[in-house]
């Protein structure tokens, strides 16, 4: 029984897959509103039988697009660091910052923000989930160990790096990942000493 559901289980992820770029390719399109079950369906050449398999609604895809995306966010900010490690910003380096990588390899999906009728909660989920970042796997030293409220400090830090992929997906990436990445440390460099990986 196992050994089937094993290899039923790549096809179900595709067909997933599937109806998620049609979902954001028809929100690129009409909007969000707009869409209907029928739409996805036709655009992945799919049945609707088969996307009531997966899901019970545009809705439950549009949740399962967002959380899949935001936590596949997560999983790369990780990637480059081990539990406990420490980086000084006079040292940052380009694969420290995964992230950005991430955004640019899913930028499909995170042009979403672009669109006015897009998924439900994206425009508030997106910057949350780097905060989350933040205030959960690093702790932050500032320059000359100036004290600060490390709360606000997370959450200036967060958003303003928020407002920062903002403006470069809206902009439709003009700056490549390295030149945008550069820009990112230098701007680190001026208000953050050190930053350490917390992990798990």
Known sequence: MKMDQNSV???KNRTKEHLKFALIDLIKEKG?????????VDRAAYNRSTFYIHYLD???????LI??????????????????QKVYTTKLNPPAFNIISYIYKNRNFFE????????????????RTILKIYQEKFTFETINHMPVNMDYFKRYTAYGFYGL??????????ETQEEFIREIID????????VKYIGE
């Not at 992929?165 to 003009?174: D, E, L, M, S, V």
């Open 9 to 11: 289980s790549p096809r």
């Open 32 to 40: 969000y509103h707009s869409v209907s079950v029928k739409d996805i």
């Open 58 to 64: 545009k809705m439950e895809l549009a949740e399962d």
């Open 67 to 84: 959380v899949s995306m935001l936590q596949g966010l997560e999983e790369a900010v990780a990637e480059p660091y081990s539990p406990g």
């Open 112 to 127: 979403l923000i672009n669109c006015d009728d897009t998924l439900p909660g994206l425009h508030l989920k997106f910057p």
């Open 165 to 174: 992929i903002q403006n470069w997906i809206t902009g439709g990436f003009k």
């Open 187 to 194: 701007l680190s460099k001026t208000h953050i000493y050190s």
